[in-house]
């Protein structure tokens, strides 16, 4: 079974920026798509970003264009999320998610999902 446990989570002040990882399993890191979700309160989970199995594609909601960028780290096993110019409006649990298909937008087409961990942008 995929294993996925986000870490880097905290406040941080808007302008700001924050690094977020996601630790994958070895089999889930070399298979699947990964991608990253958020969670307001009050609001339906939302694609951010995801990156192909093998580092070739990303794909971003139109929300973070620009200021997130998304990587794979073979060495460490990780996908991270780095993220700049951080608005009030990212406050969120953050979520990384592994998918089989790629182009997957959608929480029901991911398969495993991390416990997810919180962003907090003060203004």
């Known amino acids: 079974q995929a294993q996925l446990v986000e870490s880097g989570g905290g406040l941080v002040q808007a302008g700001g920026s924050v690094r977020l990882s996601c630790a994958a399993s070895e089999r889930t890191f070399s298979s699947y798509n990964i991608g990253w979700f958020r969670q307001a309160p009050g609001k339906e989970r939302e694609f951010v970003a995801a990156i192909r199995w093998n580092g070739g594609s990303t794909d971003y909601a139109d929300s973070v264009k620009g200021r997130f960028t998304i990587s794979r780290d073979i060495m460490q096993r990780t996908v991270n999320l780095q993220m700049n110019s951080l608005k009030p409006e990212d406050t969120a649990v953050y979520y990384c998610?592994?998918?089989?298909?790629?182009?997957?937008?959608?929480?029901?087409?991911?398969?495993?999902w991390g416990q997810g961990t919180q962003v907090t942008v003060s203004s």
């Open positions: 998610a592994a998918a089989r298909s790629w182009g997957s937008r959608r929480v029901y087409e991911y398969d495993y």
